[in-house]
């Protein structure tokens, strides 16, 4: 895609590039994931579209079968089998539909349900108020301090370079309602209260979010929490506690996989002026390095909506989600040529590196964690995590 | 927005049901659920299936669609959109319809002549099948018979340009109305007649219905000074003439000159794009797309942000269905059907028939 970037190279040659790479090599590595972008979309078909229409079907029956069974949750094993059916049909809705969809990834079919413009999903946040926060504000500033409002969410200090504040003592307990209600956070994030604060939202717009929300709240709480509980007769009850369950199933999923895109300790955050005038090549490589994927089953990769390729992701956000596995052996293989970091790990030790930086920098102080060197395959040794501090 | 089919006509009982279990279905709908199951019972756009796909000659198919809830109607000789979706694409398409308004069993069918570089008939000849879903919008055009119809008839085609033709024909034996109706064709040779069978058949069947059939492989083509041979009373019948440009432009000026321009009703199959005056050109700046491109004045905008890469909205690609609209936000526009050039800030203009003049930024 042209984008609007800087190509001149003088321009740059006197900045110092973060991972020690010349003028010249950052320039060609911009090329090399411009050419691997542009090759899987000239190969997009038949098989990518059979794809979505299937995960979608397969998500509305998982979604009709476990509301089906929870009219009888009265009984403990319907009750069991429909709450975790439905969970895993809001985890798909919300992960591999909702989140892909809405960043255009189906556009290209042309199709007027799975397109980002129409699309809306089962979860608190309204599809327009979340892609200005999500697809643009952070998928454009990843990790610049202080304008990519992901980071830390404005609620916690998640980047010993962030200022501390005695409010953040308390963001183990922000940090664990987060994981509960994530949704609900996630829809408050996006009304992005810190320029409502500083006046440089209009309130024309804050009212218009404010009225989509409570809408949108007003329309989830009554479906979870009125008409399929009265629907359920007798087991309304227990309805009304398998969805509440059912949500936070999904809630806690959501986070952990979403918190482990850009804060395990590998992933790099940067300062504005180190992102001023960036070239196209230079944002590639601020994308790479400040995301870090999660090691994953097919199925683990499916059920986290391919956000385990959290790296080519956001290399590349708006190609379609099956393809980062695809491409993940060729974004490795340019890491390696160049000397760049690839970031993965398993999930519990990402989630680890997560919590314990939550909990440390809830603290003043704290240093910046140690990053991978690069990427090296394994047969040659592995990776190897070298004490290289930034 | 991507193009979507027509609202189809189901019974108000079913849309109270769609509004009364939202409830349980938002932010979906209940035809979110049912269409897992059978894609024509969408309230939301009219489908329909593929019922068949027969050769009318080496290079032309029928389809017959059945629509999945009733046909809203459509007079004989106008066309319909329809999307296929190929290779995980949905493109759309206008095709006249060339079945009789009143057919019995309330299917549809448009007749569709393969262009081998093309996307959707080579699709439709080769791979579509008995049970392929397409989607069905809008009914449209005003090439149509008055009710009741002309007493003296005279149709005119080339080509493909017999298709609207086909169902109007159709339509008057039906209505048993074939009484003195001319119709003068051309085609490359014998086997090339879209419906030859059909049309000989009218003919041997009907004494009120004259066919001439033109090989232009061995007669030549139709000349306008041809006329007089072929219908010496042609300036006193409603005429209607569907086929390529050229002939179309021929006749229209020889009916201007030596006939009665109000008795003569053309349909034009392509739209006449770069042949009216075209401009300079210029820049595009995408707003959106924070993307940028120099074109020249026969390029339309959305050609021009698709080979920068950009995924635009569009529908029919001819100005018809505004799929492709984008907010004008400097600059003007020219419409390559008419040569016009107009614009004002905060215009909205379909993408896929303007080009740029001079420079413009677009909120695309």
Redesign the interface.
């Known amino acids: 895609m042209a984008t609007e970037v800087r190509n001149d190279s003088e321009l740059r040659s006197d900045r110092e590039h973060p991972m020690g790479l010349s003028v010249d090599e950052v320039e060609a590595i911009g090329r090399e994931f411009q050419e691997l972008h542009d090759e899987v979309f000239a190969d997009l078909g038949e098989r990518d579209a059979r794809y979505i229409h299937a995960i979608i079907a397969l998500q509305r029956n998982l979604a009709l079968a476990g509301r089906g069974m929870l009219l009888f949750s009265i009984f403990p094993p319907a009750w069991l089998a429909g709450t975790a059916t439905l969970s895993v049909a809001k985890i798909l809705e919300n992960m591999e539909i909702g989140h892909n969809v809405m960043h255009g990834q189906w556009d290209w079919m042309n199709h007027p349900d799975i397109h980002s413009s129409s699309w809306d999903w089962d979860t608190a946040s309204t599809s327009e108020a979340w892609k200005h926060s999500h697809n643009y504000i952070h998928h454009t500033f990843t990790n610049i301090r202080g304008k990519d409002k992901d980071l830390g969410y404005e609620i916690m200090r998640i980047d010993p370079e962030q200022p501390w504040h005695p409010a953040y003592l308390l963001q183990p307990l922000y940090n664990l309602l987060l994981m509960a209600f994530f949704e609900w956070g996630v829809a408050l994030h996006d009304m992005d209260i810190e320029a409502v604060r500083a006046r440089e939202k209009p309130w024309k717009q804050v009212w218009k979010d404010l009225k989509g929300i409570s809408g949108k709240a007003r329309r989830q709480f009554i479906k979870d929490y009125v008409a399929w509980p009265l629907l359920s007769g007798i087991s309304a009850p227990t309805t009304l506690a398998a969805n509440f369950t059912a949500n936070i199933v999904r809630n806690v999923w959501a986070h952990s996989i979403i918190f482990c895109g850009h804060f395990p300790d590998q992933c790099h955050t940067f300062s504005e002026e180190e992102c001023e005038d960036e070239t196209l090549g230079e944002t590639y490589i601020r994308q790479l390095i400040g995301a870090a994927n999660i090691d994953g089953s097919p199925l683990f990769h499916v059920l986290s909506g391919n956000l385990g390729w959290q790296v080519e992701h956001h290399l590349f956000p708006d190609m379609p989600s099956t393809r980062y596995g695809e491409i993940g052996p060729r974004v490795r293989e340019i890491c390696e040529r160049y000397g760049l970091p690839y970031n993965t790990g398993p999930l519990w030790q990402q989630l680890a590196m997560v919590h314990r930086t939550i909990l440390r920098l809830a603290l003043p102080g704290g240093k910046p964690r140690s990053k991978p060197s690069p990427y090296v395959r394994e047969e040659d040794g592995g990776r190897r995590v070298a004490p290289s501090r930034r | ?5 027509a609202r189809p006509q189901v019974p108000r009982i079913t849309r109270g049901i769609v509004r009364a279990t939202q ?6 709908e209940l035809d ?2 049912l269409e ?1 199951f059978n894609p024509l019972w969408s309230t ?2 009219l489908r329909g299936r593929i019922e068949s796909v027969d050769r009318e000659t080496a290079t032309a198919v029928t389809v017959t669609i059945k629509p999945g809830h009733d046909w809203p109607g459509h007079r004989a000789g106008q066309f319909v959109r329809l999307g296929f ?1 190929i ?5 759309w398409r206008a095709y006249s319809l060339t079945s009789d308004p009143d057919r019995a069993d309330g299917n549809i069918s448009i007749t569709v002549k393969t262009v081998e570089d093309g996307v959707v008939s080579p699709f439709l000849a080769k791979e579509a099948e008995p049970g392929t879903i397409v989607t069905l919008s809008n009914v449209e055009g005003e090439f149509v018979l008055p009710d009741p119809p002309p007493a003296k008839l005279l149709f005119i085609s080339a080509g493909s340009g017999v298709t609207p033709i086909m169902s109007m024909l159709r339509h008057l034996e039906r209505d048993h109305r074939l009484n003195d109706v001319v119709h003068l064709h051309s085609a490359k040779d014998e086997g090339d007649v879209i419906f030859g069978n059909q049309l000989r058949r009218l003919e041997d069947a009907y004494a009120g219905f004259r066919l001439h059939e033109q090989h232009s492989s061995e007669m030549g083509r139709m000349r306008p000074e041809d006329l007089d041979d072929l219908c010496a009373n042609w300036r006193d019948r409603v005429t209607y003439l569907s086929g390529p440009a050229d002939l179309i432009d021929a006749l229209e000026e020889h009916w201007e000159e030596h006939g009665d321009p109000e008795l003569l009703n053309i349909e034009r199959f392509q739209i006449k794009l770069g042949e009216a005056a075209t401009g300079e050109g210029g820049l595009i700046r995408f707003m959106r ?5 120099d074109v020249d004045g026969e390029t339309p905008i959305l050609v021009a942000g698709e080979k ?4 635009l ?2 529908g029919c690609r001819e100005g018809i269905c505004h799929t492709c609209v984008g907010e004008l936000s400097s600059g003007k526009v020219r419409d390559l059907r008419t040569g016009e050039v107009y614009g004002s800030e905060g215009e909205m203009v379909r993408t896929c028939i303007s080009a740029p003049e001079g420079e413009i930024e677009i909120s695309l």
């Open positions: 927005m991507a193009e979507r089919g409830g349980l279905t938002t932010p979906f979110d659920y897992q939301r756009e979706d290779d995980g694409v949905r493109h797309s924070g993307c940028e491109t920068e890469g950009l995924e909205a569009y």
